[in-house]
């Protein structure tokens, strides 16, 4: 089978992806990576421990804490969106500590080890802030070329943010990490706000959820404080599937049409955060050195959101 990283910081639709991830056989899991965004790092760790004990992977996948600051963190702290995901980014449903640890090992450390033991097998899908992504691409500027492909849940393109009408929240956790994967590599497909927001789950159907399937509970009772960040902020009695529709972006590309561009991140002012697409179908006259050395990603505009919400659901 394939092999498969995912780069998260669980958060409720990160957990949704990683047991979507566990349920399809296409790909063997691997090892999750962890970073700051939903919650701190530490507990974003802890979390993907206690995702792979309750999918019984406890003993097969292994869990690499990666960076808990942005690569040009100043002194204030990387903001947290407990908020969004409760404190303990599981909807503060009071879960036992894991039992595991995570190996001794960085995230990008084990990112660079795994590619090239295993090169063109390994997916990487980037569910986070993009530091460690950035911070592995560092190790080895040639990385783009050793994994099979490279996937990332960021940005809204031709659509507002969702920390700011600017800015989608894992790439304005780390602009200039997301400025540099952007910039490194063309093997790499990457969706955001413009597609996500189209797949939703209704508070019904997460009501449905209960007693079904081996995690159906489970993904119902962390919801509930995440469903009432979205009936206040966002003004719908549903839930964003934006990590679990990034998973089925993997699973089954063909579902989502793709357009290749380059991709500039703002890192300053009052836009940072923000992902600039060339969507132009012959580049503008004069490049005035926007994209000219760029490479051209691809980048998701268009989505079955029908088929994706069944699968996620199913
Ligand atoms: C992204 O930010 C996080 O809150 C979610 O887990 C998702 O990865 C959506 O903007
Ligand atoms: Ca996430």
Request: hydrophobic letters at 45%; a negative charge.
């Amino acid at each position: 089978p394939r092999l498969l990283i995912i780069d998260t910081d669980p958060g409720v639709d990160d957990a949704m992806a990683i047991m979507l991830a566990a349920n399809s056989p296409e790909f063997k899991l691997v090892g999750l990576t962890t970073v700051y965004g939903n919650v701190p790092t530490a507990l974003a760790t802890a979390n993907a421990l206690r995702l792979l004990e309750m999918a019984g992977l406890g003993q097969d996948v292994v869990v690499a804490q990666g960076a808990a600051r942005s690569l040009k963190a100043g002194t204030d702290m990387e903001r947290i969106a407990d908020f969004v995901h409760g404190a303990d980014g599981f909807g503060d449903i009071g879960l036992p500590p894991p039992k595991g640890t995570a190996m001794d090992c960085s995230a990008a450390e084990f990112i660079v080890r795994t590619c090239r033991q295993h090169p063109g097998r390994v997916t990487i899908l980037a569910l986070a802030p993009l530091t460690n992504i950035a911070q592995a691409l560092m190790l080895d500027p040639q990385l783009g070329d050793k994994w099979e492909s490279l996937v990332i849940l960021g940005g809204a393109f031709f659509v507002n943010g969702n920390v700011n009408p600017a800015a989608e929240a894992n790439i304005f956790g780390d602009p200039d990490a997301a400025d540099l994967v952007l910039g490194s590599t063309s093997n790499l497909r990457i969706l955001g706000l413009d597609v996500t927001t189209k797949c939703k789950m209704s508070g019904e159907e997460i009501e449905e959820l209960k007693g079904r399937g081996k995690y159906g509970t489970f993904v119902r009772d962390i919801s509930q404080f995440y469903l009432g960040f979205h009936r206040e902020w966002h003004d719908i009695d549903a839930i964003y599937l934006h990590d679990p529709t990034a998973m089925v972006a993997v699973l089954q590309p063909e579902l989502f049409s793709w357009q290749r561009g380059a991709v500039r991140v703002a890192t300053d002012g009052v836009t940072r955060g923000h992902t600039v697409m060339d969507a132009s179908p012959k580049g503008f006259h004069g490049d005035h050195g926007w994209a000219a050395p760029r490479p051209r990603v691809e980048v998701a505009l268009g989505i079955d959101s029908g088929a994706v919400v069944a699968l996620i659901r199913d």
